[in-house]
């Protein structure tokens, strides 16, 4: 089992849309999560990270995490093509951070 | 502020050639990592520093990756030599220890490693 999970995709979502994102980790002893956007050719560039259970918003991203569940989502509300690109889930124990493979996301116009 | 500098950002090598890979933190930042990206993965984490001192160096092959951060600052990656499988993508990362609750690590633009 890998350590960070996401769902396979591509998503593909219209213009205006909200997309939705899930990652599953299998270690309960993670501490804090974090989602990064990655364009294709690019670096991660960090949206935002969460370490309470409950919902984390900043602008029109909301990041939700359940520990109970070891799962953690992204949504993007009202996307916009500049959304699209990879977006990779990570999961931090000790100092380590695991990423997931990532989920690519396409905002068709 | 300015954020991570590697260099370079593309090379070139025929195998068994060695390669190295340079890294510049963000100022202020104490901890610094390697990391590895193959297409279509995430990336993986092969060295972190906390100022001089490898502090987790268990993914790194060290029979041909070698790394340094002699002055806390500026870090070097090293490949020798270097093979096939290790055309990837070598990222860069450096964080300053815990920030609001999180050790955020930001990314340098990475170097694109084709190894033919």
């Known amino acids: 089992q890998k350590e960070v999970e996401q769902n396979s995709g591509p998503l593909s979502v219209p213009e205006g849309a909200i997309a939705s994102l899930n990652c599953t980790y299998s270690?309960?002893?993670?501490?804090?999560f974090f989602w990064y956007r990655q364009y294709s050719g690019k670096s991660p560039e960090l949206i935002m990270f969460i370490y309470s259970n409950g919902d984390k918003e900043d602008g029109r991203f909301t990041a939700q995490l359940n520990k109970a569940s070891q799962y953690v989502s992204l949504l993007i509300r009202d996307s916009q093509p500049s959304d699209s690109a990879t977006y990779l889930c990570a999961v931090m124990n000790d100092y380590k951070l695991s990423f997931g493979a990532g989920t690519t996301v396409t905002v068709r116009a | 502020e300015a954020g991570v500098v590697q260099s370079p950002r593309y090379k070139i090598i025929e195998k068994k050639q060695p390669v190295a890979f340079w890294c510049n933190p963000i100022?202020?930042?104490?901890?610094l990592y390697w990391y590895l990206q193959n297409l279509g993965q995430g990336p993986e984490l092969l060295i972190r520093y906390e100022n001089e001192e490898a502090v987790d160096d268990s993914q790194l092959p060290k029979d041909r990756f070698s790394a340094e951060r002699l002055k806390g600052v500026d870090s070097t990656l090293k490949i020798q030599p270097a093979e096939l499988g290790d055309s990837a993508v070598y990222l860069c990362?450096?964080?300053?220890?815990?920030?609001?609750?999180?050790?955020?690590?930001?990314f340098g633009p990475g170097t694109r490693l084709t190894v033919l």
């Open positions: 990362a450096s964080s300053n220890g815990r920030e609001e609750g999180a050790d955020t690590q930001y």
């Open positions: 270690d309960r002893g993670s501490q804090s």
């Open positions: 100022s202020g930042h104490n901890t």
